[in-house]
C-alpha cells in the first residue's frame, strides 16, 4: 500500500488556528511531518480524532467550485510539484558540491603531495592504472576480495584472515579515548620508562615512532628491544628504573621465541623488586587466545589487548601493536590516526586509479620491479629517518617470495649517479627541511641521468599515519601486480626451524656446531671461503655480484652508532665499487624483514655475514640456553640456509674488540672491491 505524507504540516497564516493541518488530516494508513513546535501545540490543545475521510461529499464540491472562480487544481498541483522537486534538487546538488569540493580537497592533501618522473615508464604506469580501474580493484581491496591476488580456494582462505588491517583505522579511532586513559592512569602511577619487547611487525612501528616523536612532557620514555644480543639487553637494563618500568611483551602469535625469552628474563628482574606486584609492570599486546594472552590473565598483567586476529605483523602499525606504545609515550593519535582516515578517503573505492595515492604508488612499484627496476631505494627525511625501517620489513617481507619480489635499500646514503646500475626506483619521503632540499637536489641529478624518482612530501610528522596505510596498500597492489601472494612468509620459517635443531643440539651436547674459520688473521676469522689472505678471500666472494645482484650485510651484534658507522662505510664502498645495491640489516631483526627476501626473493645476492665475541651473557631464566647461545645459533641457522642454496656467503667473525675488528673489515673490503672492479 502507498501512504499518503502530509508535509509542512505548520501553519504558515496567522489567522488560521496552529494545529489545523494536523487535525484535519488524521487517518489511517498515512504518514504526517510534523516540526516541533507544531508537535508541542498539538500535544498542548490538538483534537485526535479520525478526520481525513470524514464528509467527503462536502470535500468534492469545495473541489469543483474552485474551477468557477478561475483556479485550477492540477495547474496549481503541477506548479507546486515542479517547485517542490526543483528545491530538493537544488538543496541536493549544493550538498554534493559540498561534498565534491572537500573529496578534491582530501585527494589533494595526498594526491597533490606526489610525483613521479619516471620516463620511459609513464606509459606501463597509466595502463596498469587503467587495468586496476576497469577491475574495480580499489572496490574489490575495500571489500576484502581476496580473490585480488589469488585464484586457488586454499591460498585465498588464508589470505581473507590476513585483511583486517584495511578495516582496523576506523576501529582504532574509536579506541583512542580508552588508550589515552590507559596512558594517563601510567602517568599517575608513576611511570617513567617503557619497553617494547617484540620482534618484526611487532616492534618496527613502535621504534619509527618513537624515533619519530619521542616522549611527550611527563609520559614514560620508550625502548624498543627486538633483538637476543645480551649486552643490547642489558644496557637497556641499566638506563630504566625497573621498578618504575612497563613492559609491553608484544607478538601476534604469542609463541615468537625472542619476545617470550626477554619477557622470561625481566620478569625475573622486575619480581626481585616488586615482589608479588610484578604484573602491574607488564602487559601484553597479542591475538586472543594465544599462549601469551593466557600467560597474561594468569599472572594478572596490568592489561592485555587482544589484536584482530586477521593482522600480519607487518601491516600491524595502525592497530594496537603500534597504538599502544604511541599512546604510552604521548602521541596524538586523534590527529595520526585522523591523517590515517584521510588516506583511506584518498584511497577508498570511490577515487579512480590514477588519482588514488595507494593503487599509484603500487603500479608505479609494480610495472618498475616488472621492467628490472627492482631494488626501491628509500630517501627518507631526517626528521622521520627510521621510517625505513618499517618500509623495509613490509615490502621485503610481502614480495620477496617465488623467486621474485621487491628488494627495499633503507639507509644506504644517496650517492652520484656514476655508482648505480639500471635496476633502481627512488623513492623520497620529504618534510621540506633544508635537508630535503639537498637530498632534492642529488635527485635531480638522478632523473636527469635517466634513474626513475618518485617524491612524497609529508605536511608533518604526523602525516606517517596515512604512510602507514598508504604503503600498506601499495604493497598489496604490487603483490597483485606480480602475481605474488604478500600476505604469506613461506621462507622466514626455514631459519627459525634451522634455530630450533641447533639449539637441540646444543642441549644434547652442551655445545654448537660451530664450525671450523677457514682462514684467519689477527682480529678476523672468514667462514667458507678460501684466499691467500683475508682480502682474496673476501674478493671471491664480492666479485659474484653483478649489476643487478645486491650485497647483504648481516651483523648480529648490539646496534650502537660506533658499530653502524662503521658497517655503513663498509656497505657503501661496496656500492661505489661494484654498482650494486646494499643492505644493512642487524641479527635477528633482519630475519623477520629482509631474510624473507633473502631466501625467498630472485637468487641474486651476495651476504656477509659478521658475528663477534659476546663481552656479556645473559641467562633466559627457564631456557637451557642463554641469549648469546640463542643468537649464535640464530646466526648459524640463517647462515646455512643461504649456504644451502648455494648462494655466494661469507662469515666474517671478530676476536676482540668490536668497532677496531670493523674497522679492519672496512680496509679489507675497500681492497676486496678495488680489486674487483
Known sequence: MQRPLWGSTSSKNPAYKDVIYIEEVIGPDTVNTIPPQTIEAFLDHGVVARTVDQDLDAAREVMQKLETYGISLEDVTNKLQADGVKSFSDSFDALDQVIQEKRDIMLAEMGDRQSAEIGEYQGKVESRLTQLQEAGFAGKLWNLDDSLWQDDPSVREKIANRLGWLPVVEEMTKQVPELQAFADELKQDGFKFAVVLGMGGSSLAPDVLRHTFGSA??????????TTDSAAIHAV???????????????????????????????????????ERVGESFIAITDPGTKMANEAYSKNFRRVFENRADIGGRYSALSYFGLVPAAIIGVDLE????????????????????????????????????????KLTLIASPGIGTYGYWVEQLIAESTGKEGAGVLPVEGEALGGPEVYGDDRLFVHLSLGSSDDQKIAAKLDALVAAGHPVVRLKLAGPLDLGGEFLRWEIATAVAGAVLGINPFDEPNVQESKDNTMRLLETYQREGALPEPEPTLSDGELSLYGVQGANLSDALASVLSRADEGDYVAFMIYTQMTPEVDEAMQDVRIQARDALRTATTLGYGPRFLHSTGQFHKGGPQVGVFVQVTADDALDLEIPGSPYTFNTLKRAQALGDFEALAGRGLPSVRVHVWGDLVSGLLTLRSLVQDAVSATR
Not at 625472542?258 to 626481585?272: I, K
Not at 595520526?336 to 608505479?364: F, I, K, S, T, Y
Open 237 to 275: 637494563e641499566r638506563e630504566v628504573d625497573l621498578e618504575h618500568t612497563l613492559f609491553i611483551v608484544s607478538s601476534k602469535s604469542g609463541t615468537t621465541v625472542e619476545p617470550n625469552s626477554l619477557y622470561a628474563y625481566f620478569w625475573d628482574r622486575v619480581a626481585s623488586v616488586r615482589g
Open 335 to 374: 590527529a595520526l590516526l585522523g591523517r590515517a582516515q584521510e588516506a583511506a578517503r584518498a584511497c577508498g573505492p570511490d577515487a579512480p586509479a590514477a588519482d588514488n595515492p595507494g593503487l599509484w604508488l603500487g603500479a608505479v612499484i609494480g610495472e618498475l620491479t616488472q621492467a628490472g627496476r627492482n
Open 217 to 226: 612532557q611527563g609520559y614514560p620514555e620508550l625502548r624498543v628491544l627486538d
